[in-house]
């Protein structure tokens, strides 16, 4: 029989007892000392990344600037577009949904190739990630019948930009469409920060020049959030700085005028005021649907433009490079005036064809039984290549450059328009530098009829035939009515004032003379035009080949063309049109050019009324209101 020992067990219980009590204890002082640690040490820290859970900021994308004319029609504005998208938080299955999305509304596989993009891509939880743009309202339609079946659908409302002319501002105004990596990288951390609420980036033309101009200034908004991202309460908010406006010095009615002038013929059409240099008109034809890139264009639209022989997204105006032909002729003949290698008197026999002494080559006029006797003006009015053949050889190749170049010629103009191609105005330094061979006498002959090597752009003849009309003034062309330009040519020229005066006395014969090679443009003219035709080779013929237009593919046929200005005695518009392969400049380039002058000299005068431009597809005005 045993017994227990009360007193033993009762010193073990109170030894645990009190063990226990100095473990909790001890767990205790943990706990207070970590809640100190967290509650007054670290408070600060914690109380900021408790905040920014809670409170986010969030960009606000500044509406874009609009586009007018100097008439104040709207050629670019922001328009409510209705697009689908997935919050694919709240999506069961994403797979699912799209196939039964793609029921109600047509997906491309580029809109799910770009969706998978943007989920994959780093973003915010909850945010909407774009489906597809622009539904029509059918789709709209169908898409609501469902809504209860789609969780995480969502259509949304959004500005996006509009151009209502579509294709007939295409290659001035440019177009915007969404921003990319790439467009971040190129900016400063500030610009970056500009950007952080906008989808949209201009590319080309006025929206791309004057971006920083027509994006404004972002804004933001302080919000409260839940843990799993939802918006709370607009706690602050900055609104953004809109956009600014641009007022353009395009007219839309010559802008019409010079579209509808060129019919379906690959071409191009500028026309400016040559006493502010403001562009009056910029057509380069065909043009292409700028509001297709906006939000994203589709592989078969892209595919017919790219794949299209008359190259529509090509720029001709302010990108083509074309021989000047003989509307270089009136510059060149001042040029040889000036340096006192020909004079208004001298004439010479022109049989049809120019020959070095002791040389066998030789060089043809167009006429092929030649002008007979011709002088300076004659040779302007009947466009004599055998007078300018003979006048360019005495003038020599660097004094014809040095003086071409004053008019802006073989440069770029610096008009405010990006992707300007410079051109080339050749001399003996050029050659050498890019092709590493000599100057020959044959290569000064072509070049003193605005052919071999010498190209220009539309525009850069509009620049030269504006400085002409300005009798060697300086101007920049513009497009926007803002910011006046600095000259990037050189100071005005001083010839002799009775050779402008003389030289354009040829010009308007050309026009109004029995003999001028424009003489059809023109026909019941209310003022006096000055002008000059041209035509430029597209391939060299051989040395006993004849050029029959009738007889070569059309695409092989020579490129016509015309510079001009009127009033010739106060000119108001200077004009440079080139029909590709259109033959002559007198017959082909002349009527359009003159249905350009008409536009802007008497719609302004009152005398001839020209019909408001209509919108591409609106409802005209007695129609919606007959619904």
Not at 17 to 26: D, F, K, N, T
Not at 166 to 188: C, K, P, Q, W
Not at 190 to 210: C, I, K, M, P, W
Request: aromatic fraction near 8%; glycine fraction near 8%; charge should be neutral.
């Amino acid at each position: 029989m045993t017994f227990r020992d009360h007193h033993n067990e009762g010193r073990i219980f109170s030894t645990r007892l009190l063990w226990s009590a100095v473990i909790v204890l001890a767990l205790m002082g943990v706990l207070a000392g970590r809640m100190f640690w967290l509650q007054a040490i670290q408070h600060d820290r914690y109380t900021t990344l408790s905040d920014k859970n809670r409170v986010q900021t969030q960009a606000i994308a500044p509406p874009r600037g609009l586009i007018y004319d100097r008439r104040g029609e709207l050629l670019a504005d922001n328009q409510p577009d209705f697009s689908l998208a997935l919050i694919v938080e709240q999506v069961p299955n994403i797979n699912d949904t799209l196939a039964l999305v793609a029921e109600k509304v047509a997906l491309e596989e580029a809109d799910i190739e770009r969706f998978w993009r943007r989920v994959r891509s780093p973003r915010r939880p909850w945010e909407p990630v774009p489906l597809r743009a622009r539904l029509t309202e059918e789709e709209i339609a169908r898409v609501a019948v469902i809504q209860h079946e789609l969780p995480g659908v969502r259509i949304d409302a959004n500005p996006i930009r509009h151009y209502p002319y579509d294709e007939l501002f295409s290659h001035v105004l440019g177009y915007v469409n969404r921003i990319n990596a790439e467009d971040l990288e190129r900016m400063t951390p500030d610009e970056q920060a500009n950007y952080s609420g906008t989808h949209f980036y201009g590319r080309l033309g006025v929206e791309r020049h004057y971006e920083r101009l027509l994006h404004g200034r972002v804004g933001f908004r302080k919000v409260e959030t839940n843990a799993r991202g939802r918006i709370l309460e607009v706690l602050e908010q900055i609104p953004p700085l809109p956009g600014e406006d641009v007022h353009l010095h395009l007219d839309i009615r010559v802008q019409q005028a010079a579209w509808d002038a060129l019919g379906e013929r690959r071409g191009a059409v500028v026309a400016m005021d040559p006493r502010d240099g403001g562009i009056l008109a910029f057509v380069s034809r065909p043009g292409f649907d700028p509001n297709l890139f906006v939000t994203g264009i589709s592989h078969r639209n892209y595919s017919e433009y790219r794949d299209d022989l008359d190259r529509p997204l090509f720029n001709r105006a302010l990108q083509g490079q074309y021989p000047p032909g003989s509307t270089l002729k009136p510059i060149a003949g001042l040029a040889g005036l000036d340096a006192g290698v020909t004079d208004w008197q001298r004439t010479m026999w022109d049989p049809g064809y120019y020959r070095l002494e002791g040389q066998t080559r030789v060089f043809r006029d167009w006429r092929r039984q030649g002008h007979g006797w011709v002088d300076m003006h004659k040779s302007i009015v009947e466009s004599c290549d055998t007078y300018f053949y003979d006048m360019g050889f005495k003038l020599g190749i660097d004094r014809m450059h040095d003086f071409m170049v004053r008019f802006g010629l073989g440069d770029r103009t610096g008009i405010d328009l990006p992707g300007e191609s410079r051109g080339i105005m050749p001399s003996r330094a050029w050659k050498r530098a890019v092709r590493g061979e000599p100057w020959f006498h044959g290569d000064t002959i072509n070049a003193s009829i605005g052919q071999g090597y010498m190209l220009t752009s539309p525009l850069q003849l509009a620049v030269s035939t504006a400085v002409f009309a300005r009798r060697g003034e300086p101007v920049v062309p513009r497009v926007a009515q803002l910011h006046p330009p600095a000259s990037p040519i050189e100071p005005a020229l001083t010839p002799d004032s009775r050779h402008w005066d003389r030289m354009t006395a040829a010009m308007v014969d050309v026009v109004h003379g029995a003999r001028g090679t424009a003489r059809a443009m023109g026909q019941g003219a209310k003022y006096r035009i000055a002008a000059k035709t041209g035509t430029a080779q597209v391939f060299s013929l051989g040395k006993d080949e004849e050029y029959n237009a009738e007889e070569i593919a059309e695409r092989l046929r020579d490129h016509a063309l015309i510079v001009g200005f009127a009033p010739a005695d106060n000119p108001a518009i200077a004009v440079a049109v080139l029909v590709e392969n259109g033959g002559s400049g007198g017959s082909s380039a002349g009527p359009v050019a003159r249905q350009v002058m008409d536009a802007w000299l008497l719609n302004r005068a009152g005398e001839l009324e020209i019909p408001p431009v209509a919108v591409p597809g609106a409802v005209p005005a007695l129609m919606a209101d007959n619904r």
